[in-house]
């Protein structure tokens, strides 16, 4: 018995069982011509870049692990990291606003979402630096009757809080809207069949419904959070000058040589990126285990042995 494969043959092996097939892949010239030339332009890029003065590598190493920028990618890094914290927690509370029996509740999320997600991010970090002029001082007590204290907003208020404010407000709208996505992925069903176990509610949310839903959340989670890392560049408007890009742009002001100095935030804004892109995909992988239907080969074998038996099998169990 010989089966065809392209121009050869395959011969049968020992105890009628099919020798592995010898696959041989396609040659495609085209593939190879078009790594060819993307690899040329990216050599004659790299070449460009390295030989043009205007870039000023010597100026970029200078000032690449100077004091002030490390410590402004300091101030970078704790902006993303409480904005981001407090938009995931506001943004949890209004994703369970949003999907409340409560018409008022859902209608109050509805609104904040439609307001931060509706203005730019830029807009609104402009009102918040204006917060201490508009609102001078808060008063506590019994509105329209008696106010027991007045607290000044200027010295309530620091620039650096009032940009954490404004950028995690605006990313709970969006942090929202990605967990109702996720918990709503995880079908009635499963609640349903932990009910009927005997699970509670905290077990259902905590062992059925978050691990399924954080496989949707992650990803989105993620890209937010290195989106925060870039938006923290815009906290200028609250004004916030000692993050990373404001501190790169006063020491290009004062060297009169801008184009090293924004290379060196972009480097250190892609060192950032780079290592919660790394971070994304160990959670990804983590929160996708059990998901994946990828077949051992084991169970490969174990299939095809039981397809093949179920196929030699004739009417009366004989083969």
Same mark, same amino acid.
């Given at each position: 018995m010989t089966t065809v494969i392209g121009r050869g043959t395959?011969?049968?092996?020992?105890?009628?069982?099919?020798?592995?097939?010898?696959?041989?892949?396609l040659r495609r010239p085209g593939r190879l011509i078009a790594a060819v030339i993307v690899l040329v332009l990216l050599a004659l890029f790299v070449y460009g870049a390295a030989t043009n003065s205007a870039y000023d590598w010597g100026t970029f190493g200078r000032y690449l692990f100077d004091k002030r920028v490390s410590?402004?990618?300091?101030?970078?890094? /704790?902006?993303?990291?409480?904005a981001m914290l407090f938009a995931i927690i506001l943004g949890v509370v209004l994703a369970v606003m949003r999907m409340s029996q409560n018409p008022v509740l859902r209608w109050v999320s509805w609104g904040f979402l439609?307001?931060?997600?509706?203005?730019?991010?830029?807009?609104?970090?402009?009102?918040?630096?204006?917060?201490?002029?508009?609102?001078?001082?808060v008063d506590l007590g019994i509105p329209f009757v008696h106010q027991f204290a007045h607290v000044k907003t200027g010295g309530l208020f620091t620039a650096y809080w009032l940009a954490v404010i404004g950028l995690s407000l605006n990313e709970s709208a969006y942090m929202a809207e990605i967990v109702r996505a996720g918990v709503?992925?995880?079908?009635?069903?499963?609640?349903?069949?932990a009910t009927a176990l005997g699970m509670s509610w905290g077990q259902t949310i905590n062992r059925v419904v978050l691990?399924?839903?954080?496989?949707?959340?992650?990803?989105?989670?993620?890209?937010?959070?290195?989106?925060?890392?870039?938006t923290t560049s815009l906290v200028t408007a609250v004004p916030l000058t000692t993050e990373l890009? /404001?501190?790169?742009?006063?020491?290009?002001?004062?060297?009169?040589?801008?184009?090293?100095?924004?290379l060196v935030a972009s480097a250190w804004y892609l060192f950032?990126?780079?290592?919660?892109?790394?971070?994304?995909?160990?959670?990804?992988?983590?929160?996708a285990r059990g998901a994946s239907r990828t077949m051992s080969a084991r169970q490969l074998q174990s299939l095809a042995d039981a397809q093949a038996g179920n196929a030699g099998a004739g009417p009366g169990g004989h083969q």
């Open positions: 395959q011969r049968s092996g020992p105890a009628g069982q099919p020798e592995a097939i010898r696959a041989v892949p410590q402004a990618a300091l101030v970078t890094l /704790s902006l993303t990291a409480l439609w307001f931060f997600r509706g203005t730019p991010v830029y807009v609104q970090l402009v009102f918040w630096g204006l917060m201490v002029v508009i609102y001078k001082q709503s992925s995880v079908d009635e069903g499963q609640t349903e069949a691990p399924q839903a954080m496989r949707v959340i992650i990803p989105p989670t993620g890209n937010e959070l290195i989106s925060m890392l870039k890009y /404001s501190k790169t742009r006063d020491l290009a002001v004062e060297t009169f040589n801008p184009i090293p100095l924004l950032f990126t780079s290592i919660l892109m790394v971070g994304q995909y160990y959670l990804e992988r983590y929160f």
